[in-house]
């Protein structure tokens, strides 16, 4: 079978630094060429099948088990499989993963009895940790709070205050493993220890393709860092020397390793590891991975949503996909009753600090979590005096250069890579770098082996140079603080720009809420610095993980408080701003859920509100009315007043095209409407009230650029600190008026798509017939605008007369002179072939269910699929002849039966001319 290859879906559980936000510009057709290399995410030949109860599976003999009974079906029609994982957790997942080397094997899979479901493996992309700053031994005793700052955000200081920690939950962390001999982490394993158990699915060389899993007893992991993080944020013990603690640090931790050292992991081994995480007792599940989807119905998802739906809270990471824009949601956080976890930016920058003598000067910040290591003062060295030189540094310096270990040289950011400047300064003896910010904004650097080198703001960086040129003999000495120094970040408290927008295109309310997740510092592996600042809604996850240990501790585990967690933080979240602006729109609930969770609140409130989420989905299926319950679980009677708080409309679409705004998505101040009824409600103790809502959508804007509206139903006891809200989402537009081929060539400059590629890559531009010896065969590159629940494709008769939704671009229509539309007959036959009323179906190439759109800004550009054997799905032969490919792709909501609902492509002429030697 061939795997359709999607470029990559690759989003990083927390970001690398130089994460790039520019818009990606248009590419030549020539980088499919260099992309389409890249490893795809469809593990090939490989499936997870669901099965049935054994007593609705037909069958002659008796089995104690539905899986025995599905294998003795397939084995009796014949068809070879390997059974690579059994799944057997009854009322939440039974079923297998198994491998199938046939297209004929796999075609019959579906059709088994008593198989239903059959899903290919998908693969999700390991978490790259960041290490920017190792460990050089500090035990400095005047180290002041540091890291709390998010826990004063969200009122989990308040929660340790009153003595709840997490003792006695047991969260089970999903990740690359744990360095437990961490001594912040307990350095230890097994009862009695934090780290108290888990088990490693994978061993440290596993990448997810050419390796096979090395299962043992041990999750230990000093190899790739993430988990180890996430393990600090939920658990690290206070009183170290970085004075941190984790928001649930009494909690016992469970660790689960899926990822090796790099590389990927498949859906089976996530799932495996969901049931055992599960089975193991753990209240709480908290996964920091992912990758772009889209829809609520990957496998893996399905599981998780099953194991929050039993009773456990489940928190998964809504993505790093910022950039790509609206409707780009990340699976398995998109599973539909776990909740999806958005990140804000920490209000505090852990920076140090180099003194300034020479000249009256502060202490300038540099952006390091440890101090540069260089004892002494030193003289500074500019390699301009001009603090306009967009390339400083960029080329090697002149022979007129001094030796310059003995300096600290200033260099302004811009035009190459921080690498290569460092490459150029070290040439000439550079040990020590301050690089200064050209407006870029203020991060850490890519030092690459360049060790002693920080970024400076560009004040800062201006001020040195002017004064240096202007005869100013100035020195610097880092100071060997032992810690960095907290520094106010402008972008603190608002949503992280990585942080992904949701909803699913089937309109789920993605991500549920936002956690502190950009600029967090935790620990990592000791061998890896001991301590780290991490970026990622992997981070904001297992802050909300640790913030449910405190909900459990302070009400218990019951069903009751483990399935009604999310609401109760969603109604007590705290409203997150677009801007630091006075006056500024409320960030979209799209990107910031139902707000900035607060502890806090959440335990100790006497409202309850439910739901937490309204969802008023697209104009064509739109649920104007709504409502909610309000109930006052306090001792004294209460009046509340009920007030529409709407957020920033976000403009999904650019205005005249078919592509999504990449993020930040703009905002604007056209809102919904809402008569609320009543507004204001008087409640005895123990009493409730339910509040009806008939919402009006905006009409005012262009439903052609899709604006998706947001906003808050808010609910205000006696002050202005006792309020509680139900957040809501609706579209303006149908989801199923939004393209989802694209017909333009916005992404490869001068070839509109889709296009029927040749062997060597090119467009098909003559008469081609295919021998499939060697690259001698025909490929389909294009891409979806918007995300699809159905694609297929199929082989068609040449004089076919359909006239597609996107003409062929290609040579020759010649033979649809007449531009004739016919009707297609549906239901797709494509288990069997088959034939459309007017269109010869000749046989279905594949069929992709749940596809998620393609992005600009990550690298999921578009789809590749290599007809590379020439094969129908079923794992027929195509017989030689002319042939032209049918490419369909269902709209959102649309129907599968019917035509209409799909965008269509019609590839030119190409023919089958398989190579007579065998
Ligand atoms: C498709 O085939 C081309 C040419 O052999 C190859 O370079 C490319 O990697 C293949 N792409 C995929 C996605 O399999
Ligand atoms: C560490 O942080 C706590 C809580 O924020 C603070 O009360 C304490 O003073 C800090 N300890 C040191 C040594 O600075
Ligand atoms: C910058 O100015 C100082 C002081 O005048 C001078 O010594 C130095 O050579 C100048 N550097 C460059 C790169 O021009
Ligand atoms: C939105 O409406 C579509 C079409 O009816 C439906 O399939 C989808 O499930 C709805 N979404 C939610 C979250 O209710
Ligand atoms: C593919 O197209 C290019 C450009 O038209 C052409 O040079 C090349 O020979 C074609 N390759 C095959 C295998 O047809
Ligand atoms: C392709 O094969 C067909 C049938 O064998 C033949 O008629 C046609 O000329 C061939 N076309 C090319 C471009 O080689
Ligand atoms: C067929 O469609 C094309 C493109 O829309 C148009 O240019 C052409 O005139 C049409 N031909 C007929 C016969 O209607």
Redesign the pocket.
């Known amino acids: 079978m061939r795997a359709m290859i999607s470029t990559a879906l690759i989003w990083w559980l927390n970001l690398t630094l130089h994460f790039s936000f520019t818009l990606a510009g248009k590419f030549p057709l020539s980088n499919v060429k260099a992309q389409s290399r890249l490893p795809g995410n469809i593990v090939p030949n490989e499936f997870i099948i669901e099965v049935d109860l054994l007593s609705r599976i037909p069958t002659t003999r008796s089995y104690s088990r539905s899986l025995d009974a599905v294998f003795d079906h397939l084995q009796r029609r014949d068809i070879v499989f390997d059974v690579k994982k059994e799944f057997n957790s009854a009322g939440i997942f039974v079923g297998a993963a198994v491998s199938i080397q046939t297209s004929q094997g796999a075609a019959a899979l579906a059709n088994t009895p008593g198989v239903i479901d059959v899903r290919p493996i998908f693969r999700y992309p390991s978490p790259k940790p960041l290490i920017a700053h190792p460990i050089n031994g500090l035990d400095d005793p005047t180290?002041?709070?540091?890291g709390?700052s998010t826990h004063v955000m969200t009122g989990v200081?308040k929660v340790h205050k009153e003595g709840t920690s997490g003792k006695g939950i047991k969260i089970g962390i999903i990740d690359t493993g744990v360095d437990y001999t961490h001594p912040v982490l307990g350095a230890g394993f097994g009862p009695g220890h934090k780290i108290a158990g888990g088990y490693d699915f994978v061993g440290n060389a596993f990448n997810g393709k050419d390796s096979a899993p090395m299962p043992d007893d041990d999750p230990l992991d000093q190899c790739n860092g993430h988990g180890t993080h996430v393990a600090g944020i939920i658990g690290a013990i206070p009183g170290n020397q970085f004075?941190i603690s984790g928001v649930a640090y009494d909690a016992e931790l469970y660790a689960y390793r899926v990822f090796g050292c790099n590389g990927d992991t498949p859906d089976d081994i996530l799932i495996e590891a969901l049931l055992r995480a599960n089975d193991d007792g753990n209240d709480i599940l908290s996964l920091s991975l992912g990758g772009a989807d889209g829809w609520t119905e990957g496998k893996t998802s399905t599981v998780a949503s099953r194991i929050a739906d039993s009773g456990k809270v489940v928190v998964i990471a809504s993505g790093n996909d910022g950039a790509s824009g609206m409707f780009y949601t990340s699976g398995p956080g998109n599973a539909i009753n776990a909740i999806s976890v958005g990140s804000v930016d920490n209000v505090a920058l852990a920076l140090q600090s180099v003194l300034v003598s020479g000249i009256e000067h502060d202490p300038i910040m540099y952006w390091a979590t440890y101090e540069l290591p260089k004892e002494g003062t030193l003289p500074i060295y500019t390699i301009s005096n001009d603090t306009s030189i967009a390339d400083d540094g960029c080329n090697p310096l002149s022979d007129k250069t001094p030796d310059l270990s003995q300096y600290v040289t200033i260099v302004r950011r811009g035009t190459c890579t921080f690498v290569q400047k460092f490459t150029n300064l070290a040439a000439k003896g550079a040990k020590n770098v301050l690089v200064y910010d050209n407006g870029n904004g203020f991060v850490a650097v890519d030092k690459g082996n360049f060790y002693n080198a920080a970024l400076i703001q560009a004040a800062d960086g201006e001020f040195l140079v002017k004064q240096h040129a202007a005869g100013k003999n100035i020195k610097l000495t880092f100071p060997k603080n032992g810690r960095p120094v907290e520094h106010p970040d402008p972008n603190g408290g608002l949503t992280s720009r990585f942080s992904t927008y949701g909803p699913s295109n089937d309109f789920y309310f993605k991500p549920a809420l936002v956690a502190p997740g950009g600029n967090i510092l935790s620990t990592v592996p000791t061998n890896m610095g001991v301590y780290a600042v991490f970026s990622g809604t992997s981070m904001a996850t297992p802050f909300i993980a640790g913030s449910a240990a405190l909900l459990l501790e302070a009400k218990g585990k019951s069903k009751d408080v483990t399935s009604n967690a999310r609401t109760l933080f969603e109604t007590t979240a705290k409203y997150v701003p677009s801007d630091k602006t006075e006056g500024s729109l409320l960030q979209t609930v799209a990107q910031q859920g139902a707000g900035l969770i607060n502890v806090y609140d959440a335990i100790h409130t006497s409202t309850k509100v439910t739901p937490g989420e309204l969802i008023l989905n697209d104009t064509a299926n739109f649920k104007f009315g709504q409502q909610f319950n309000v109930k006052n679980e306090g001792t004294q009677s209460k009046a509340y007043k009920i007030t529409h708080v709407p957020a920033g409309t976000a403009l999904t679409m650019h205005e005249g095209t078919i592509v999504p705004q990449l993020g930040p998505v703009p905002l604007s101040n056209v809102f919904a409407q809402v008569i609320i009824s009543p507004d204001s409600i008087q409640l005895g103790p123990g009493e409730s009230q339910t509040v009806h809502l008939m919402f009006k959508y905006p009409t005012s804007i262009s439903n052609s650029i899709f604006p998706l509206y947001s906003g808050f139903i808010q609910i205000t006891g006696e002050s202005v600190s006792d309020t509680y809200h139900v957040s809501y989402i609706g579209l303006g537009g149908s989801l199923k008026d939004i393209n989802v081929l694209d017909d333009t060539d916005y992404f490869f400059e001068g070839t509109k798509l889709p296009v029927l590629l040749n062997g060597t890559q090119d467009v098909q531009i003559k008469p081609t017939n295919y021998t499939f010896t060697k690259d001698n065969f025909p490929a389909f590159l294009f891409r979806l605008v918007f995300g699809s629940a159905l694609v297929t494709l199929d082989l068609v008769d040449p004089a076919t007369e359909l006239v597609p939704t996107i003409p062929a671009n290609q040579p020759s229509r010649r033979n649809n002179p007449d531009n004739s539309t016919i009707i297609l007959s549906f239901p797709s036959p494509h288990d069997d072939g088959g034939s459309y009323a007017s269109v010869k179906v000749i046989g279905p190439l594949e069929e992709f269910k749940y596809v998620t759109r393609n992005d600009e800004a990550g690298g999921n550009g578009f789809n590749l699929y290599n007809l590379t054997e020439p094969t129908f799905a079923n794992g027929s032969t195509i017989k030689d002849g002319q042939y032209r490919a049918l490419l369909r792709a269902l709209r959102v909501t649309g129907d599968p039966t019917t035509e209409e609902d799909y965008d269509s492509w019609l590839s030119p002429i190409f023919g089958i001319q398989k190579s007579q030697t065998t």
């Not at 180290?143 to 540091?146: F, L, M, N, S």
Request: proline share 29%; glycine share 0%.
């Open positions: 180290i002041p709070p540091d709390q200081d004075n």
